[in-house]
């Protein structure tokens, strides 16, 4: 049986969850039985871990995160070009740019198994009515396009029903997987001049308005007024860092308020703190709350969409009404003044994820659900013979 070729795309290969996800599975699907490549937009921190990987990389120079009609069409069109010449078996979107343009490029070019995965949505609560609903609308004309809709959450699933967004399409969960293997030690405390016994709370996601940086600030801030020994991480960067990190400087104990920047060794920074907390607006399911529990920390988060569906409150951590800063900080207070409750909290954590969670379940998913979907495709006769895969 000759193997399938599948084409994945994404927007721009930040260091994000989706990113570092379709990363693994392009380069961990079946070789006996899979021929994957990868498309992004170029700039990403990724970029170049996705030429070293071995899988076939095409750049695509016009696919860009932010709405720019000019582009988006030059993006268009050669996706659609790329996918003409190289004839894939499925072509497999991630995030919501390249989902839009992947998905009608690779329905123009004739491909028969076209699958998107929801990472989240482009639309969000504090959009611009007018732009949300052209969203949702395109949104739900894409989903006539594929053939199959791939969730990471429950809660996202469902609010796609809810707005009609696939209706009768077949649809699948299959969750952002992590590695259970546990990180090695981490450096960081000695990096940033952490006492060893300090108690260190930690926050991984861009400094970007869905990640509501400055409510984890001042949370941060309330915190030390009250305990000013216990340190905090703040894992990330973005366009709010700067205002975020120099109000943060203005305030008492700044000096315990770590910004890291981007990181390549999260599993292992979260292996050394004591917490998690994450003050996002909005989430799909976020893998860094899926990596905190991974080495059983637990978790203090607002109560946004996939959140809600692993943080099961007062049991692995607690769930907080977004903009409850008060809360927070009391949380954070309470668990470093009962370390055994804490320890508990992450261990409970751990078992929910560790059999749903698994970064090599994920990919296995993902080869089942190619199989069966292109299995159903009738007439594969008809299909020419695979393009060239040099990206060159």
């Not at 946004?304 to 008060?326: A, C, M, T």
Request: hydrophobic share 40%.
């Amino acid at each position: 049986m000759a193997k399938l070729r599948v084409a994945h795309i994404i927007t721009q290969l930040e260091l994000g969850g989706a990113q570092r996800n379709t990363l693994y599975t392009i380069a961990h699907l079946d070789p006996a039985r899979f021929e994957p490549c990868l498309m992004s937009g170029p700039g990403g921190l990724l970029d170049e871990e996705a030429k070293s990987s071995g899988v076939p990389f095409f750049v695509i120079s016009t696919l860009v995160r932010p709405i720019r009609p000019v582009k988006d069409i030059r993006a268009l069109i050669a996706l659609y070009r790329h996918l003409r010449h190289l004839q894939p078996d499925i072509v497999h979107t991630h995030s919501s740019k390249a989902g839009i343009l992947g998905r009608f490029a690779a329905y123009v070019a004739g491909v028969p198994v076209i699958i998107h995965t929801f990472h989240g949505f482009g639309f969000t609560p504090r959009q611009n009515k007018l732009l949300k609903y052209l969203l949702i609308r395109v949104e739900k004309f894409c989903s006539l396009l594929s053939t199959h809709l791939v969730f990471v959450s429950r809660e996202n699933r469902q609010e796609a029903g809810t707005l009609g967004i696939g209706p009768g399409k077949a649809s699948s969960l299959i969750r952002s997987g992590i590695s259970l293997q546990g990180p090695p030690s981490s450096t960081i405390r000695r990096e940033a001049g952490i006492p060893e016994n300090a108690w260190v709370v930690t926050s991984v996601g861009n400094f970007k308005p869905q990640k509501n940086p400055m409510d984890l600030a001042r949370t941060a801030v309330g915190v030390l007024e009250e305990n000013p020994e216990i340190h905090f991480l703040f894992v990330g960067d973005g366009e709010l860092r700067p205002a975020v990190e120099s109000w943060v400087r203005g305030q008492p104990h700044s000096e315990n308020i770590h910004f890291l920047g981007w990181r390549r060794d999260i599993p292992e920074i979260l292996a050394a703190s004591n917490v998690f907390i994450l003050t996002s607006l909005w989430e799909g399911l976020p893998r860094a709350l899926v990596e905190a529990f991974a080495v059983k920390l637990p978790a203090i988060c607002y109560a946004v969409d996939g959140v809600k569906e692993i943080v099961d409150d007062g049991k692995n951590g607690y769930l907080i009404i977004p903009g409850d800063v008060e809360t927070a900080k009391r949380r954070i207070l309470e668990l470093k003044n009962k370390p055994l409750e804490a320890q508990e909290m992450g261990r409970r954590g751990y078992e929910l994820i560790r059999s749903e969670f698994d970064i090599d379940l994920m990919v296995r998913q993902q080869e089942e659900l190619y199989d069966k979907l292109f299995s159903d495709v009738p007439l594969k006769e008809y299909y020419k013979p695979h393009g060239s895969l040099n990206p060159s």
